[in-house]
C-alpha cells in the first residue's frame, strides 16, 4: 500500500531533510586523505543528536552504525571503520534522519582529494541521472518514466545501472511502498500521484551492474572490483512539481 502525506506531514519530513542536507554539507569538509570513516560516521551521529534528531540507520535489522560509508568498489552499505581515505578515493556516505518519528534519506559520494578522470565522470554522471529521475517525477508520470530516464541517460554515457538495490516510498517507515528501480521501460509501474514521498538514489558502476556481498552480509560490492558512486535525495510529489527535502 502507497501512503500519501498530507502537506503537514510533508514538512515534518523535510525538517528532518534539513538536518540531513545540513549535515552532507558539513561532511563535505571533513572528506580528506586520512580520515577514517568511523570518524565521519561519529560525527554524523552527534550532528543528528545536536539538532534533536537520530540516526533512522541504527539498530535497523541489526545495522550497528549511524551511517554507511562505501568506499570505491562498494556500491552500498559498507561499514564505517579504520580504514582511512586515501587520495584518489571514492567514498558515499548514505544516512537516514528521524526527527520526530518522520524520516529523511540521502546519499552523497564524494571525491577524495584528486581523483583520477574515470572516476571524475563516474561521479558527475551519477549525479546528474539522479536529477535525471527528478524531472520526472511528476504527478500523472509513473515509476517506470523515472527509471527509464536514469538507465537511458547512465548507459549513454557508458556506465552500468545497479538492479539489486533501489529507491523506495519513505515516511515514518524507512521502507515503504512504492518502489523506485533506476532502470526499466517507461510507462511501467505505480503512477505518481500528490502526497506521494520516494527515494529516488541511482548507483551507477563503472564496469558490471552486478554485486556480490562480503561476509558481513551488509557490504555489497561490484563484482569486477570497479568503481561505484551513488546520489541519493528523498523527493516529495506535489502539485507544484518534484520537491527535493533533502536539498544540500
Not at 124 to 147: F, H, M, P, Q, W
Request: hydrophobic letters at 35%.
Amino acid at each position: 500500500m502507497i501512503i500519501l502525506k498530507s502537506k503537514d506531514e510533508i514538512e515534518y519530513m523535510k525538517k528532518a531533510g534539513e538536518i540531513l542536507a545540513a549535515c552532507h554539507r558539513e561532511i563535505a569538509g571533513l572528506i580528506r586523505p586520512g580520515i577514517q570513516t568511523q570518524e565521519i560516521d561519529a560525527f554524523a551521529e552527534s550532528f543528528m543528536k545536536k539538532h534533536g534528531a537520530t540516526p533512522e540507520q541504527k539498530g535497523y535489522n541489526g545495522y550497528p552504525y549511524a551511517t554507511c560509508a562505501s568506499v570505491n568498489d562498494v556500491i552500498c552499505h559498507g561499514f564505517p571503520g579504520k580504514y582511512a581515505l586515501k587520495d584518489g578515493d571514492i567514498v558515499t556516505i548514505d544516512m537516514v534522519v528521524n526527527l520526530d518519528g518522520w524520516l529523511a534519506d540521502s546519499a552523497w559520494s564524494y571525491a577524495v582529494g584528486n581523483v583520477s578522470e574515470p572516476a571524475q565522470k563516474l561521479l558527475d554522471v551519477t549525479k546528474t541521472s539522479l536529477y535525471k529521475g527528478i524531472e520526472k517525477a511528476v504527478i500523472g508520470n509513473r515509476i517506470g518514466d523515472i527509471s527509464n530516464a536514469i538507465q537511458v541517460y547512465a548507459e549513454a554515457e557508458g556506465l552500468s545501472v545497479v538492479r539489486e538495490f533501489i529507491g523506495h516510498g519513505i515516511g515514518q517507515d524507512m521502507h515503504e511502498e512504492p518502489q523506485v528501480p533506476h532502470y526499466g521501460p517507461a510507462g511501467r509501474g505505480p503512477r505518481l500521484k500528490e502526497g506521494m514521498v520516494i527515494t529516488i538514489e541511482p548507483m551507477l558502476n563503472i564496469g558490471t551492474y552486478r554485486s556480490k556481498l562480503d561476509s558481513d552480509g551488509w557490504t555489497a560490492r561490484t563484482q569486477d572490483g570497479e568503481l561505484s558512486a551513488q546520489y541519493e535525495h528523498t523527493i516529495a510529489i506535489t502539485a507544484d512539481g518534484p520537491v527535493i527535502l533533502t536539498e544540500q
